[in-house]
Nanobody, 117 residues
Framework: QVHLVESGGDLVQSGGSLRLSCAAS????????MAWYRQAPGKERELVAR???????NYADSVKGRFTISRDNGRNTAYLQMNSLKPEDTGVYYC???????????WGQGTQVTVSS
């Protein structure tokens, strides 16, 4: 059973920074991709950043140069460092784990990020 718990969401002013964390249960953490998605009110959920088991990363164009995704396989935790935040970064941020062998996807409950102008 996969269980993901996000934390770190908050209200922050434009230009500020936040660090999100996603703690995963189980011993399969290393055999998976980790990703952060976000969903703004009235919009579809979108991929923000992804990190593979080997550390390769990819980012949405809108966050390149401002956000950094990382993972600590020893702690079964993924992070999203968000700098130079903008009001358009506001939304619920969800952690996603994609297991390689089963192809299954698992989601956390989400954490709210609000950026005021």
């Amino acid at each position: 059973q996969v269980h993901l718990v996000e934390s770190g969401g908050d209200l922050v002013q434009s230009g500020g920074s936040l660090r999100l964390s996603c703690a995963a249960s189980g011993s399969f953490f290393s055999a998976s991709d980790m990703a952060w998605y976000r969903q703004a009110p009235g919009k579809e959920r979108e991929l923000v950043a992804r990190i593979a088991e080997d550390g390769n990363t990819n980012y949405a164009d809108s966050v390149k140069g401002r956000f950094t995704i990382s993972r600590d396989n020893g702690r079964n935790t993924a992070y999203l460092q968000m700098n130079s935040l903008k009001p358009e970064d506001t939304g619920v941020y969800y952690c996603n784990l994609h297991r390689y062998f089963s192809g299954s996807d698992h989601w956390g409950q989400g954490t709210q990020v609000t950026v005021s102008s």
